[in-house]
T-cell receptor
Framework: DQQVKQNSPSLSVQEGRISILNCDYT??????FLWYKKYPAEGPTFLIS?????DKNEDGRFTVFLNKSAKHLSLHIVPSQPGDSAVYFC?????????????FGKGTLLTVNP | EAQVTQNPRYLITVTGKKLTVTCSQN?????MSWYRQDPGLGLRQIYY???????DKGDVPEGYKVSRKEKRNFPLILESPSPNQTSLYFC???????????FGQGTRLTVV
């Protein structure tokens, strides 16, 4: 049973436009969400996170929105740049729980065309 | 420089030959994890540790062992590797459960 779902395996956008990556989750115990970016032959690198007590978090060109009632979060990249081309993973955890489980989605390959 | 170091980066081995992938972090983090990445499946957690001598299973622990004898190290042990353990493995560490994890560069393991 997949608890974190990224339903779009890939996304292609034009440089300068907005990229929107989506993520859905099923476990209502999740209270902390993260986005990671991964280039080929490298480990994932942290991008931005959001706690369930918030509905929006911004860091420069990156904004994450959380809709708890819909169990949905999205990552907005504005403006998109060719260097943003990578696989993006959504991840979720239950921080108030007693374990350190971090559940990832399958990832979305973002391609930003010059 | 803050980092998570995995060794080796690449490994080809034969079925049944025990191997260990090492992981070391220099950030004094209490939390460490191992993940495997497979095509179409994303990253799946194998084992995690919340402190020295405290380890627990993730989502795909079968065929793996870990130990946490000291804070900085968290080796992944495959006692009898099988071809279905051919994968890309990542070690990660974090300061707390509610903070981001730092990942190593990965170990590509092939079991023939």
């Amino acid at each position: 049973d997949q608890q974190v779902k990224q339903n779009s395996p890939s996304l292609s956008v034009q440089e300068g436009r907005i990229s929107i990556l989506n993520c859905d989750y099923t476990n209502s115990m999740f209270d902390y969400f993260l986005w990671y970016k991964k280039y080929p032959a490298e480990g994932p690198t942290f991008l931005i996170s959001i706690s369930s007590i918030k509905d929006k978090n911004e860091d420069g060109r990156f904004t994450v929105f959380l809709n708890k009632s819909a169990k949905h979060l999205s990552l907005h990249i504005v403006p998109s740049q060719p260097g943003d081309s990578a696989v993006y993973f959504c991840a979720a955890s239950a921080v108030r729980g007693s374990n350190y489980k971090l559940t990832f989605g399958k990832g979305t390959l973002l391609t930003v065309n010059p | 420089e803050a980092q998570v170091t995995q060794n080796p980066r690449y490994l080809i081995t034969v079925t049944g030959k025990k191997l260990t992938v090492t992981c070391s972090q220099n950030m004094n983090h209490e939390y460490m994890s191992w993940y495997r990445q497979d095509p179409g499946l994303g990253l799946r957690q194998i084992y995690y540790s919340m402190n020295v001598e405290v380890t627990d299973k993730g989502d795909v622990p079968e065929g793996y062992k870990v130990s946490r004898k000291e804070k900085r190290n968290f080796p992944l042990i495959l006692e009898s590797p099988s071809p279905n353990q051919t994968s890309l493995y990542f070690c990660a560490s974090s300061h707390d459960r509610g903070t981001e994890a730092f990942f190593g560069q990965g170990t590509r393991l092939t079991v023939v």
